[in-house]
């Protein structure tokens, strides 16, 4: 199994040392052809304005989109997060995402730099002590639909989802090391359908 991690902005070398300490072999996505021997991909945190406009640009937006829609499992963190929902709130006129996950996010939704926080979450099918999560400049996801699982939740925000091969989560699992979160994904897409109850 090979992973591309989106590295047009933002946090990727971190994604990219996660793989690695998992092993398993992780690649930058930069343009459309390095999609063609992944299995999955990680869309990282950053600047979800300026990575819209750099998928316009490089053509990946619409090369990314087909594999998305033709099953490929996708994990969003933070701007990724902003990227692979359905409905964005606060966001620039221009700015795309995917659609792939169907919840409602705001971007900023607690407010700039000076409100990011951290807090310890229970996460369901992340099993041990609490897993400790970093907001930065977070969105708020403010609606889900049915059929999408929210995992964890923090002031009563969801902030970690999953819908089929598409998991997100409002905060950034890659600034620590623990791994759980990237497990959890990979674990996933062996079998998306799989309920997180018999997982
Ligand atoms: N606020 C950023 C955005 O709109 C996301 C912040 C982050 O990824 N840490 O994309």
């Not at 052809?33 to 750099?54: A, V, W």
């Not at 990946?60 to 929902?85: H, K, N, Q, W, Y």
Request: net charge negative; with cysteine.
């Amino acid at each position: 199994m090979k992973a591309g991690v989106l590295a047009l902005q933002g946090a990727y070398g971190l994604h990219l040392d996660a793989l690695d300490r998992l092993r398993i072999p992780g690649k930058e996505v930069r343009k459309a052809g390095d999609l063609d021997d992944i299995e999955l991909l990680i869309i990282p945190g950053g600047e979800s304005t300026t990575i819209s406009m750099l998928l316009d640009r490089s053509g990946l937006f619409e090369a990314i989109d087909e594999r998305i829609s033709a099953g490929m499992p996708v994990f969003g963190t933070c701007a990724g997060a902003i990227l692979l929902c359905s409905r964005v709130r606060d966001g620039r006129p221009d700015q795309r995402s995917f659609g792939a996950i169907d919840i409602t996010v705001r971007r900023n939704g607690y407010g700039g730099q000076l409100q990011s926080f951290e807090a310890d979450l229970d996460i369901d099918g992340v099993k041990g002590p609490p897993y400790h999560g970093i907001f930065i400049r977070a969105p708020v996801v403010e609606q889900v639909a049915p059929g999408v699982e929210v995992l964890a939740s923090v002031r009563g925000d969801p902030v970690v989802c999953r819908q089929g091969p598409v998991m997100i989560t409002t905060f950034h699992p890659e600034l620590t090391d623990d791994d759980r979160l990237h497990q959890l994904f990979l674990r996933q897409t062996d079998d998306p359908g799989r309920s997180l109850a018999t997982a």
